[in-house]
């Protein structure tokens, strides 16, 4: 794995795994607003409205289901909530994220990463790097203002997270503000929420890669900590501009590695799609978010479901 480079794996974490974002903040519940209808006609690629985050749908007689690409993390005051997007999740009967975005998950994640993120008693995280990746390190944290003896208790995934998080986040990007947060507000107290995995299941994609891995991620997020957030800046541009083709182009840069773009993305994508499958017997309307590199690139949810012979259409 050491031939990807980290801050664009980081890059797509972003769009890739909620449960990131919950190790930094928690999302903050509000106000459920009014649903509003939204047309079901199909629309032909050619004619949908650009200029927003893409919107996909798949719908049979008595089922629609929509799929959208979020963020987990923005800033503050970024203006994607409207149009298409809005109305979907108005009309929707129920919010189905990756995972639960509740006021009791950051308290959940805590647990789970005293049992999944720590080191063994006589074990620090310094200790396992060689000198100049201790420098590197040391380095990084000195320029987060915090004390480098930080995260020495915990695994070198764990440290890789919080060094992907906090340079953005003293940036202005919070999870607060992101993608989940914004749509269970809007949805409110009211509507009905659904999970396509769980926080266990997420750690356990990071907590599961070699000690190797782990320590090359750890350095080399360490290295990019001052270009990370102009490389999440440019990912967002594309996101919001709704150019699909764009923002898989910059996501997939540098992941060469199959084993973890299986792990990480083709193989939640299958699962995901067969859940769609599956649901599709069920009627109702359902709005379905998930990070945006799942949506975008070779073997995209989208590919997953047209390979089980499902069509589906962007509206937005």
């Not at 049992?115 to 420098?135: F, H, I, S, V, W």
């Not at 541009?237 to 898989?248: H, I, R, S, V």
């Amino acid at each position: 794995m050491k031939d990807i480079s980290m801050t664009k794996f980081l890059r797509k974490l972003a769009c890739t795994a909620a449960a990131l974002s919950l190790i930094a903040s928690t999302p903050v519940l509000a106000q459920q607003q009014k649903p509003t209808p939204v047309p079901t006609a199909q629309v032909p690629a050619e004619q949908v409205e650009m200029g927003g985050p893409a919107l996909w749908k798949v719908a049979d007689e008595d089922t629609t289901i929509y799929l959208f690409g979020t963020v987990h993390a923005l800033p503050k005051d970024v203006d994607w909530y409207k149009g298409n997007v809005a109305d979907a999740l108005a009309s929707s009967d129920i919010l189905v994220t990756e995972i639960m975005m509740t006021p009791d998950a950051a308290t959940n994640m805590q647990s789970i990463i005293m049992n999944t993120g720590m080191l063994p008693a006589d074990q620090k995280l310094r200790d396992l790097l060689d000198e100049a990746q201790r420098a590197s390190y040391d380095a990084a944290m000195t320029k987060l203002g915090m004390p480098v003896e930080t995260f020495d208790r915990f695994e070198p995934w764990y440290a890789s997270m919080m060094l992907s998080m906090l340079p953005i986040m003293k940036e202005g990007y919070s999870p607060e503000s992101g993608v989940e947060a914004v749509l269970t507000a809007k949805g409110g107290e009211a509507k009905p929420r659904g999970e396509l995995e769980t926080i266990e299941f997420q750690m356990s994609l990071f907590d599961q890669l070699p000690l190797e891995s782990q320590i090359t991620f750890l350095v080399q997020a360490a290295e990019g900590v001052d270009t990370i957030k102009g490389m999440l800046d440019r990912m967002v541009a594309e996101w919001l501009e709704g150019d699909a083709d764009g923002l898989a182009e910059l996501m997939n840069e540098g992941l060469t590695d199959q084993v973890l773009a299986e792990r990480l993305l083709y193989q939640r994508n299958s699962s995901w799609a067969e859940w769609i499958d599956t649901r599709l017997d069920t009627p109702g309307t359902v709005f379905i978010a998930v990070g945006a590199g799942h949506l975008a690139g070779d073997k995209s949810v989208q590919d997953a479901l047209e390979l089980r012979g499902i069509e589906i259409s962007r509206v937005q």
